[in-house]
């Protein structure tokens, strides 16, 4: 895990950062972000997720349903690029996202994920 708290600057968000890693290299960064009061009510569920991967909530729940779903390259003026990139996983590399929304009793959660290299140079 990366980060796991209040958003620098949003400071009634709660945000959770982790990097997903297969065999020591770092595969996906995964960053999810949803109102702090929300994590207090619907998604309450995540304060027990500890070193858990999200998935296990999202697709054994059946009180969440995904809302939406969307790819998009990653540019390299993207904030989140250059904050990869800050951390040391990524160079100059075109990288692919995703983002989905996801509802629980009415409250969204927002999920971003970044393929990072490391998943597309396995040999």
């Not at 065999?23 to 702090?36: C, E, G, N, P, V």
């Amino acid at each position: 895990m990366i980060y796991e708290g209040l958003a620098l600057e949003e400071k009634t968000d709660y945000i959770r950062e982790v990097i997903i890693k297969s065999h020591d290299k770092s595969m996906i960064y995964a960053h999810t972000r949803l109102k702090m009061n929300d994590l207090e009510d619907a998604w309450i569920c995540l304060k027990t997720l500890g070193q858990q991967s999200l998935a296990n909530i999202l697709f054994k729940d059946p009180q969440i349903s995904r809302r939406s779903l969307l790819y998009r390259v990653c540019e390299p003026e993207d904030v989140l690029y250059k904050h990869l990139k800050s951390l040391g996983y990524i160079e100059e590399e075109i990288i692919w996202m995703r983002q989905s929304e996801w509802e629980r009793f009415g409250k969204i959660l927002l999920l971003t994920e970044v393929f990072l290299p490391n998943l597309f140079n396995q040999r």
